[in-house]
């Protein structure tokens, strides 16, 4: 089973307009961290916003937010006030911390959202 | 400035042939990872160090070799046993100890073999 769901392959949204992208991940571990990284066309990933399962308010971070549904099990980006710029592909991610003994960091990505902004 | 240089930025090869791929980082991390990504597929795992002179297998090992004699490099071979190298290459490092600590990346190689 994946770990990270990304169910829009793409998505569009008019320039200024907010666009929310999907993610929903399956652990059973209390103790995970959830990333979003955005790829633009050149190649290198851009870390964005960062949501702790034991955080109480979801994670902001200029026009990212994050929409932290902990019993859905879902973690959804949100871009305010598109921009051109913000056209890339964009990854959801996450640490599970327990079950790895808490010695592991390393990040398991799911396949990623196309997100073209249209002028 | 710091950050993680991956060279080269492209890189072709034939058939049968092994070829390394550099990561160096001037970020005082511990931990080093390799990713690949292929169109639709997202990020795997291939390998990880979390200290010098050890590494672990990620989810897709076979096929590919790792060292880790120095805290700052942590070059990738891709030999010929690979069935399929050609893809994008991805370094990244983060700090240890810090469970909110982000991946940072380099900006790929990528990898063609004819």
């Given amino acids: 089973?994946?770990?990270i769901t990304q169910t829009q392959p793409g998505m569009f949204v008019q320039e200024k307009e907010a666009v929310t992208l999907d993610c929903t991940y399956d652990t059973s571990d209390p103790s995970y961290g959830l990333f979003w990284y955005k790829q633009p066309s050149s190649g290198?990933?851009?870390?964005?916003?960062?949501?702790?399962s034991y955080d109480q308010q979801n994670a902001t971070e200029g026009r990212y937010s994050l929409n932290f549904q902990k019993a859905r099990k879902?973690?959804?980006?949100?871009?305010?006030?598109?921009?051109?710029?913000?056209?890339?592909m964009y990854f959801c991610a996450m640490r599970e911390f327990e079950i790895s003994g808490g010695s592991n960091y390393k990040l398991t990505f799911g396949k990623g959202t196309l997100l073209t902004v249209n002028p | 400035d710091g950050g993680i240089t991956q060279s080269p930025k492209y890189l072709f090869r034939k058939e049968g042939q092994n070829v390394t791929l550099s990561c160096e980082q001037n970020l005082n991390h511990d931990a080093m990872y390799w990713y690949r990504q292929d169109p639709g597929q997202g990020l795997r795992l291939i390998y990880y160090s979390q200290i010098v002179n050890d590494f672990q297998k990620g989810d897709i090992a076979e096929g590919y070799s790792v060292s880790r004699e120095k805290k700052e490099?942590?070059?990738?071979?891709v030999t010929s046993a690979q069935k399929n190298p050609t893809a994008f290459y991805l370094c990244a490092s983060n700090l240890q100890g810090l469970y909110n600590s982000p991946l940072h990346f380099g900006n790929g190689t990528r990898l063609t073999v004819t």
Wanted: hydrophobic share 45%; aromatic share 10%.
């Fill in chain 1, 74 to 88: 879902s973690a959804n980006l949100v871009i305010s006030a598109s921009q051109l710029g913000d056209s890339a």
């Fill in chain 1, 44 to 52: 290198e990933m851009i870390f964005l916003i960062y949501q702790g």
């Fill in chain 1, 1 to 3: 089973a994946q770990k």
């Fill in chain 2, 73 to 77: 490099s942590f070059p990738l071979t």
